[in-house]
T-cell receptor, first 112, second 112 residues
């Protein structure tokens, strides 16, 4: 089935640093979704993107729908300890199912 | 607002035992899903239900059965548990043409 390549797999950063992660696909996507999973909880939707080039912010988080429609990026500015968790990208491929495809996640650890 | 509610939160089984994981959503969503999450593997779709009365296999359906009892409830059954089914299980419901998923808080299952 469709696969999303999400990188990096894990990140260890100091509080206050900015974070960047991305997700790529070999095929065109119609939507990109970014989820965060807090430890011991289920994933929660952070940002949804629907148009190529779209740039959307949610507080300190900013996500972009790549111009090629084959990638998406998530940036976190001025990280804080509560940013710890696993970040998943997901999306719907062009001509594919209404069910989103998920990346394998980026595990973020923030040191105070 | 409860959202998606899963029970139980934790469960330990012996090999060969059976059990049912319960899931209910109060958002009037048509579609519901069961995922499993294993370290480094991301979220893998077990079964889904596009609407009341329909169910379909996902990526990893072997060893599981599901029942869409009504629009609110979608249960996952392990008939004869195996150690390979040790995992964290998430139920989700979805809305929209390009589905945005809302997840429960998960069931941590250990099969000894």
């Amino acid at each position: 089935g469709q696969q999303l390549n999400q990188s990096p797999q894990s990140m260890f950063i100091q509080e206050g640093e900015d974070v960047s992660m991305n997700c790529t696909s070999s095929s065109i996507f119609n939507t990109w979704l970014w989820y965060k999973q807090d430890p011991g909880e289920g994933p929660v939707l952070l940002i949804a993107l629907y148009k190529a080039g779209e740039l959307t912010s949610n507080g300190r988080l900013t996500a972009q729908f790549g111009i090629t429609r084959k990638d998406s990026f998530l940036n976190i500015s001025a990280s804080i300890p509560s940013d710890v968790g696993i970040y998943f990208c997901a999306g719907h491929s062009s001509g594919g199912s209404y069910i989103p495809t998920f990346g394998r996640g980026t595990s973020l650890i923030v040191h105070p | 607002n409860a959202g998606v509610t899963q029970t139980p939160k934790f469960q330990v089984l012996k090999t060969g035992q059976s059990m049912t994981l319960q899931c209910a959503q109060d958002m009037n969503h048509n579609s519901m899903y069961w995922y499993r999450q294993d370290p480094g593997m991301g979220l893998r779709l077990i079964y889904y239900s596009a609407s009341e009365g329909t169910t379909d296999k996902g990526e990893v359906p072997n060893g599981y059965n599901v029942s869409r009892l009504n629009k609110r409830e979608f249960s996952l059954r392990l008939e004869s548990a195996a150690p390979s089914q040790t995992s964290v299980y998430f139920c989700a419901s979805g809305e929209g043409v390009y589905e945005k998923l809302f997840f429960g808080s998960g069931t941590q299952l250990s099969v000894l």
